[in-house]
């Protein structure tokens, strides 16, 4: 049998299923998860690799209406992706009907001649009558390949979903090796894993004015390996909610984060965080590209 391979592209609402779907296709957490919007603020490769085919999966920020240059950043990784993959996975929230925001992604679709495959997510929490109704409102707004219901956080469906994806693919080599889940160095994952716990533990002023950047990682001569990450927050108020009272705080986001990066790295760290304050960082191009944003910013 040929083997066929190809890049699909996961773009959607903030907060619609995306980080989910990807961490259930691979089988290990590599895109962070947040009831939070806007979590995902690069485009994250997953590498999903089967007996015949290979899929790299891009999740892109979501789209959302811009507050400032990381915002304009978001925005224009996500719409980057369209022209440059096999398929669009285009996932919307199936609890939530309907809204403005799947309009305006919509629009964005009408010009792009890839192959658009409409995913209706969190059909877990819907009534399965509501179903037939909701696509046929989708159906409205543009000629898509093919609409799969699924549940990701579930996994409901989701081989389903392979399948019909692994159709739009070409004749192509295997990019990866098997074993291989992202393309993307261990030290993004890692600060991408310590930043998921941030979002999880603090308040609403805070999720959006943090950055996580690995400063050092090295194996030391007993296998432990040893993390040195820093915390960049754009006021002094902040830095006092992450650190927390004598410490608090900060020391239990090293021990979630720990966790993750163990599990990850396969191998027992020391993970060392520091907190700094860089004023108004997200509207700084300088500093947006000392942290790994676009250089076009």
């Known amino acids: 049998m040929k083997f066929k391979s190809g890049f699909v592209a996961i773009i959607g609402r903030p907060n619609v299923g995306k980080s989910t779907l990807m961490n259930q296709v691979i089988g290990q957490k590599i895109a962070i998860m947040s009831d939070k919007p806007q979590t995902t ?14 899929i790299v999966f891009l999740d892109t920020p979501g789209i959302h209406k811009r507050q400032s ?21 285009f996932l919307v929230d199936a609890s939530e009907g309907l809204g403005g925001g799947d309009r305006f992604i919509a629009e964005q679709l009408s010009g792009v001649k890839t192959p658009v495959i409409l995913v209706l997510n969190k059909i877990d929490k819907i009534e399965p009558e509501a179903l037939l109704p909701l696509i046929a409102q989708y159906n409205k707004l543009h000629e898509f390949a093919e609409i799969v219901p699924i549940s990701a956080k579930l996994g409901s469906n989701v081989n389903t979903l392979l399948d019909q994806v692994a159709k739009y693919l070409p004749e192509g080599p295997q990019y990866y090796p098997d074993d291989q889940i992202t393309d993307h160095p261990e030290q993004f994952v890692c600060a991408e894993l310590i930043r998921e716990k941030i979002l999880h533990m603090t308040r609403e002023e805070v999720p959006h004015s943090i950055a996580v950047a690995i400063e050092d990682m090295r194996v030391e001569p007993n296998g432990v390996v040893h993390i040195n990450a820093v915390i960049f ?3 002094d108020s902040q830095k006092g909610i992450i650190i927390g009272k004598q410490g608090a705080m900060l020391k239990e986001v090293g021990r979630r984060a720990r966790t993750d990066i163990e599990n990850l790295l396969g191998s027992k760290i020391f993970l060392e965080l520091w907190v700094k304050v860089k004023k108004d960082w997200r509207n700084q191009e300088r500093v947006l590209r000392d942290l790994g944003f676009h250089k076009d910013l």
């Open 233 to 235: 927050v754009e006021r």
């Open 41 to 54: 603020r690069n485009k994250i490769h997953g590498v999903y690799t089967a007996n015949n085919s290979q």
């Open 69 to 89: 240059k990381l915002g304009d950043y978001m925005n224009q990784t996500a719409m980057s992706t369209l022209h440059e993959v096999e398929a669009v996975l």
